[in-house]
């Protein structure tokens, strides 16, 4: 794993996006993983800055994302789908069609899980994954405790991430209680993958995924055993300033 450390979560946003834009720039019809969360929105930020200023086009690109919550409709500002519309899709020049999120209402949900492993077989392998780390080492919405072997299933949220999401939330007795989500098994078959970590209270597990053993009890730890990763740290994780690179 290739560890960047950046000296503010500003620096980790524009470290994130100039890469793949660059990738994007590169290879037109690229297929990326995203991810939702405060982690990423700096780098979507700057995506869309660079959209207009460098005329990144984003009209072959197809993209995936990890996980949606169950029971909320896609309008509902806390649904992942309004989250990418409102931080990425709705400013950049990305077709409709090349856009996949898991579908949260779903009325047969194991089927939506076969059909989104299906459309990841059909137009990946994904090229870069974005992934941010849980504060429990979750990925996407992979709990401690899920099969390294798992493809796109439907999980219970643990309290734990219910709680830090709840401030997305009026109250956390909103937060849905379960996710549809890629499995760690679709996640490791990106060929590459960028883990972007920042903020105090991730430093715990960024300690654990650096220092800790492999185990499905860590899911982020999966990691190591992937050819490709890229950690973009900021200094609030590590407490230092300096570019570890
Ligand atoms: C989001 C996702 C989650 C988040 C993680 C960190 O699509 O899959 O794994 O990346 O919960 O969330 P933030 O960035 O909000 O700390």
Same mark, same amino acid.
């Given at each position: 794993m290739d560890i960047i450390h950046t000296t503010s979560y500003e620096a980790l946003s524009q470290e994130a996006a100039t890469y793949i834009a660059k990738q994007v720039r590169s290879n037109p019809s690229i297929v990326l993983g995203l991810a939702t969360g405060s982690t %990423?929105?700096? =780098?979507?930020?700057?995506?869309?800055?660079?959209? *207009?200023i460098n005329k990144t086009s984003y009209g072959s690109v197809t993209t995936f994302n990890l996980d949606e919550y169950i029971g #909320?409709?896609?309008t509902d500002p806390n649904?992942?789908?309004?989250? =990418? @519309?409102? +931080?990425?899709?709705? +400013?950049?020049? *990305?077709?409709?069609?090349? *856009?996949?999120i898991p579908d949260g209402l779903a009325v047969q949900l194991d089927n939506e899980c076969k059909s989104y @492993? @299906?459309?990841l077989n059909t +137009?990946? %392998?994904?090229?870069?994954?974005?992934?941010?780390?849980? @504060?429990?080492?979750?990925i996407g919405f992979n709990e401690p405790g899920t099969a390294f072997n798992s493809r796109t299933h439907v999980v219970e949220l643990t309290a734990s991430t219910r709680n830090a999401n709840a401030r997305f939330f009026k109250d956390t007795a909103d937060v849905p209680s379960h996710a549809l989500t890629m499995g760690i098994a679709s996640i490791m078959g990106a060929k590459e993958i960028i883990l972007l970590v920042a903020g105090k209270n991730k430093a715990k597990a960024f300690e654990q995924l650096l220092y800790g053993e492999i185990s499905e009890?860590? %899911?982020?730890?999966?990691?190591?055993?992937?050819p490709?990763?890229?950690i973009?740290?900021?200094?609030?994780? #590590?407490?230092?300033?300096s570019i570890i690179a």
């Amino acid at each position: 794993m290739d560890i960047i450390h950046t000296t503010s979560y500003e620096a980790l946003s524009q470290e994130a996006a100039t890469y793949i834009a660059k990738q994007v720039r590169s290879n037109p019809s690229i297929v990326l993983g995203l991810a939702t969360g405060s982690t %990423p929105t700096g =780098m979507y930020k700057h995506l869309l800055k660079d959209h *207009i200023i460098n005329k990144t086009s984003y009209g072959s690109v197809t993209t995936f994302n990890l996980d949606e919550y169950i029971g #909320l409709h896609k309008t509902d500002p806390n649904s992942y789908y309004a989250f =990418m @519309e409102k +931080h990425l899709f709705q +400013h950049i020049n *990305i077709q409709k069609d090349n *856009i996949f999120i898991p579908d949260g209402l779903a009325v047969q949900l194991d089927n939506e899980c076969k059909s989104y @492993e @299906e459309k990841l077989n059909t +137009h990946g %392998p994904i090229d870069i994954q974005v992934l941010g780390l849980g @504060e429990n080492g979750h990925i996407g919405f992979n709990e401690p405790g899920t099969a390294f072997n798992s493809r796109t299933h439907v999980v219970e949220l643990t309290a734990s991430t219910r709680n830090a999401n709840a401030r997305f939330f009026k109250d956390t007795a909103d937060v849905p209680s379960h996710a549809l989500t890629m499995g760690i098994a679709s996640i490791m078959g990106a060929k590459e993958i960028i883990l972007l970590v920042a903020g105090k209270n991730k430093a715990k597990a960024f300690e654990q995924l650096l220092y800790g053993e492999i185990s499905e009890n860590f %899911p982020a730890s999966v990691l190591k055993k992937h050819p490709c990763v890229k950690i973009i740290a900021d200094s609030t994780v #590590l407490g230092k300033s300096s570019i570890i690179a």
